[in-house]
């Protein structure tokens, strides 16, 4: 009598192929192979994958922030590296639970904007979203460059801007106005270049620490403000209505204040 084969793999290839034990068995074999490779390719990959999606995520926050009229020459000037963070504007520290992905979402619900009191809107806004997002320049591990999306009421209606503080928190690099529906030729000459170029260098606070940001009747005089604009009072107190409520205590005035501490 020939004698038994006790290798089980010696058996089992040894049975015909047309058993359903031996099929059951080499799928299962196949399959689990397939599962150890896959997950094996996934976690050698990943470190590939994670930084492929921080690259796309960033040359999406370039683009965001080039496409805005005068940003592009700022950026280059500044050099470093552009991130954005969502800011929980009561605390003036980095969002919890609220990212760029669902920011939008987020502000849809009316619970997450507050009720401004007459005394304090100064942009004329009504109320204020809770959270907002903001670009970082960083360099050397320090922030050289930050800028703050705002808004504000003008004389024609809503004006959006986004205002570029040095690393300093309290030197302006820049502003570009993204959006308004000011009179053209008159208040509509806060998009024009040859204004904006009277920001860069302005100072927000004096030696106190103290906001003092405003806009001249005409050409600045003090080192806190910026032109005017002839024949356009109302739009250019607007403009400065609105950085000075962006830059106090319920817009940006806590995270500037974290800033300087040394918590971002």
Known sequence: MADTERNPWRRLLALPNESRTKTLVMAFLVSAVCALMVSGATVLLRPIQTANRAAEEQARIEALVRGVPGMADLLDQSGGTLSTVVIDLDTGRAASNVTTGNLEATLADTQNWTALAPGADLAGLGQRPDYAQVFLLRQDDEISLILLPMTGQGYG??????????????????????????????????????????????????????????????????????????????????????????????????????IERGEF
């Open 157 to 258: 209606g809503r004006i959006d801007a986004i205002l570029a503080v040095e690393g300093d928190m309290n030197t302006v690099a820049g502003i570009a106005i993204t959006q308004h529906s000011e009179t053209p030729g008159l208040g509509g000459r806060i998009e024009d270049p040859s204004w904006q170029a009277s920001f860069p260098g302005t100072e927000l606070h004096d030696a106190t620490g103290t906001l003092r940001f405003s806009t001249a009747r005409g050409t600045a005089t003090g080192p806190h403000q910026v032109d005017g604009i002839t024949g356009a009072t109302r739009t250019t107190r607007s403009i400065s209505n609105m950085v000075n409520f962006w830059l106090g205590p319920d817009g940006y005035g806590p995270l500037l204040r974290a």
